[in-house]
């Protein structure tokens, strides 16, 4: 699956922005899908992650801002983003992976098969 991050950029604090993430394909037959980010020397992050058998999941650090959706008949992923913090600045990126798996086993990159390039999203203060 090849996926096209998009919708990133520059906001003031409280500020929002919605990321949008196509595939090439359709994400009916996709289990899991998540966004991450990664700020400059940061290690990759956990945002937020949808898997077919289960809830939506998010990270504390975005949890009551971020709200993460699927829209199947346009093959997307979309992340809303509201109340933005400076600390929120990263690139982010969308991934997917095919199979199912374990809660603890999606929040971490290694898990995922395909990745967008990735997104700027910069919050000044």
């Known amino acids: 699956v090849q996926l096209q991050a998009s919708g990133g950029g520059w906001v003031q604090t409280g500020g929002s922005l919605r990321l949008s993430c196509a595939a090439s394909e359709s994400i009916s037959s996709i289990n899991v899908m998540a966004w991450f980010r990664q700020a400059p020397g940061k290690e990759r992050q956990f945002v937020a992650v949808w898997r077919s058998f289960g809830t939506t999941t998010y990270a504390d650090s975005v949890k009551g801002r971020f709200t993460m959706s699927r829209d199947s008949a346009a093959n997307t992923l979309n992340l809303q983003m509201n109340s933005l913090k400076p600390e929120d600045t990263a690139v982010y990126y969308c991934?997917?992976?095919?199979?199912?798996?374990?809660?603890?086993?999606?929040?971490?990159?290694?898990?995922?098969?395909?990745w967008g390039q990735g997104t700027q999203v910069t919050v000044s203060s």
């Open positions: 991934a997917v992976r095919k199979t199912r798996i374990i809660l603890s086993a999606s929040t971490t990159p290694g898990s995922y098969d395909s």
